[in-house]
């Protein structure tokens, strides 16, 4: 497809993230003429500390009905693997009430299914692409590891079974199993569900810069650049203003992918968004642990944390935090997964959390939505408008597919998977 067959040539991608990138390279390349915008570089929210984990395993929606019996223990436990703020209760009560109707059975399949059609082939949208960009090198398919210490076998079962009904590719381990393949692992654990299918990254950040440059290399072009307010320009040449504190930018067509900050802009277009942020930390142990003694993500099913080697070393990650975006962090939340590190490792250097810099700890804001779908495609009151945002654990994963998505639905061809479950008219 040439520039000169394309009408409405000039698009903006609004969030330099794993989905803007994404959704950047895809349409650059399909012929448009991109503009990259985010108030930051490149790669520097979500996309830069996660646990670089393609997770196309989680496949079930996270509003489940045994968790209400844990509301109590959230709000009293500072430092659990879930935390709500006692303070940002009354904000966040909105979005966890519509979290709870999304518990209900017929629900809950709706959403697992439409999760499902995005994960299943999420991982073969990225070989292409990173293959384009020099960049392959960056995934690693070597599976992961869910792993269980104290859980009765036939806990474990049930959780196999519930993968396999869902026809996640996994196999049961038993400890000596688990060891064979992560010798480093502790002897406590004594089962692991190994999903051989799934990836991980080295790097999650260079992922993205990477796309990031493929896309520039094909003409994108990038500006540092906060959009504050976004206008639709009627007409028969309708168009969308991006205005900044000093700058207004005139483009035929926008993608928003803000992802936690995308609530403002949609209300400026009178659409609600049901988004409530979950702040994830991480915590990097930067030459304290060779990047050999793991080799593919490990996560503790009692636990609920995540450990992935990286360049630099090993990645901890995994708690969720309930208090909005303007509340400082509380990098406890991050100390605390070298504790659990060290019940999970046999050979893991001291590590002084008290001398941790802003380097080793991090926290990011994933975008949630109460039905645990993103918002994928037009915007359905302006033609020259789409969202993809709300990605929540799986922007990562999703990134590559959403790109895809994104191209197909401006371009008006069919879409590889139906879409409609991601309309944003869902909530409006």
Not at 333 to 340: E, K, V
Not at 386 to 414: D, R
Request: proline residues 5%; contains cysteine.
């Amino acid at each position: 497809m040439s520039l000169s067959t394309i009408k409405n040539n000039n698009v903006a991608v609004i969030g330099a993230g794993i989905i803007g990138v994404n959704c950047a390279a895809e349409l650059q390349k399909l012929g448009f003429n991109v503009t990259l915008l985010d108030r930051e570089n490149i790669g520097e929210g979500c996309s830069k500390g996660n646990a670089g984990h393609f997770a196309t395993e989680q496949v079930f929606p996270l509003a489940e009905a045994n968790l209400l019996w844990q509301l109590p223990k959230l709000l009293l436990d500072p430092l659990g693997p879930v935390r709500l703020s006692p303070m940002y209760l009354p904000q966040a009560l909105p979005w966890f009430i519509k979290f709870i109707s999304n518990m209900f059975p017929s629900k809950r399949k709706q959403n697992g299914n439409a999760l499902k059609s995005l994960n299943k082939h999420a991982i073969d949208y990225y070989k292409p692409l990173l293959k384009a960009a020099n960049a392959e090198y960056l995934l690693t398919t070597n599976g992961s590891l869910l792993t269980f210490e104290d859980s009765p076998l036939t806990v474990v079962e049930k959780q196999l079974k519930h993968y396999s009904d869902a026809g996640i590719p996994v196999k049961l381990l038993n400890r000596n199993q688990v060891l064979a393949l992560e010798p480093n692992l502790s002897h406590k654990i004594q089962h692991a569900l190994y999903f051989t299918d799934v990836a991980h990254t080295a790097d999650p950040q260079q992922v993205c810069l990477a796309i990031a440059r493929y896309a520039q290399s094909l003409g994108c072009q990038y500006r540092q650049f906060s959009v504050n307010h976004i206008t639709y320009k009627h007409g028969n040449n309708a168009s969308v203003e991006l205005t900044s504190d000093n700058e207004t930018l005139t483009f035929d067509q926008v993608i928003v992918a803000t992802g936690a900050w995308s609530k403002t802009l949609l209300k400026q277009l009178d659409y609600k968004l049901p988004l409530e942020v979950e702040r994830g930390y991480s915590l990097n142990l930067a030459n304290n642990i060779k990047n050999s003694e793991l080799t593919r993500p490990v996560a503790s099913a009692e636990r609920r944390f995540i450990m992935t080697p990286m360049s630099h070393g090993l990645r901890l990650a995994g708690t969720v935090e309930f208090a909005g975006l303007k509340k400082k962090a509380n990098m406890q939340r991050a100390d605390m997964l070298y504790q659990h590190a060290e019940q999970m490792l046999e050979n893991l250097p001291s590590f002084n959390v008290n001398e941790a810099n802003d380097e080793q700890r991090w926290l990011g804001f994933r975008p949630s939505l109460p039905d645990s779908l993103p918002v994928i495609g037009r915007a359905p009151q302006h033609n020259n408008i789409y969202f993809a945002l709300g990605h929540q654990h799986l922007g990562l994963t999703l990134g590559a597919i959403t790109g895809k998505l994104i191209g197909q639905v401006v371009t008006g061809s069919p879409t590889d998977i139906d879409i409609s479950p991601f309309s944003i008219s869902r909530f409006n």
